[in-house]
């Protein structure tokens, strides 16, 4: 009984230290994520921030990203890397793929973008 009730301490102790794993933008954010129109394999996304705000730890498949109104974020990588980015609108940009992050607006104005995301692909 001592030994099981060990173990069951050291489980849960394991479990709770556990990382969140990183999910679906519009799960992890629906107050910042729109989902407007999606097919069989692509689904395009209205995403914004307002200054101060932040997307919730996500991930993406392949993926591009048309800004409509600009602003200075911050992305910052589960494995504590961070990248800078400044938008403008009218910008365009993709990946093959994005690690576990968070967005953050550091900036003084809301950003806004359109993202168009593969359903299934590599995930980083």
């Known amino acids: 009984m001592y030994l099981i009730r060990h173990l069951a301490i050291a489980a849960a102790l394991v479990l709770a230290s556990a990382s969140v794993p990183a999910q679906d933008i519009i799960k992890a954010s629906p107050e910042h994520n729109k989902l407007l129109t999606e097919t069989a394999h692509l689904r395009l996304i209205e995403g914004w921030l307002e200054p101060g705000a932040h997307q919730a730890l996500h991930e993406h498949t392949p993926y591009i990203v048309y800004i409509l109104e600009g602003g200075s974020l911050e992305v910052r990588y589960k ?21 576990p992050h968070e967005t953050w607006n550091v900036g003084k104005t809301k950003v806004r973008w359109l993202l168009i995301e593969t359903k299934t692909g590599p995930k980083k």
Request: negative net charge; proline residues 5%.
């Open 79 to 99: 494995d504590g890397k961070v990248k800078k980015l400044e938008g403008v609108a009218g910008q365009s940009f993709g990946e093959d793929a994005d690690p």
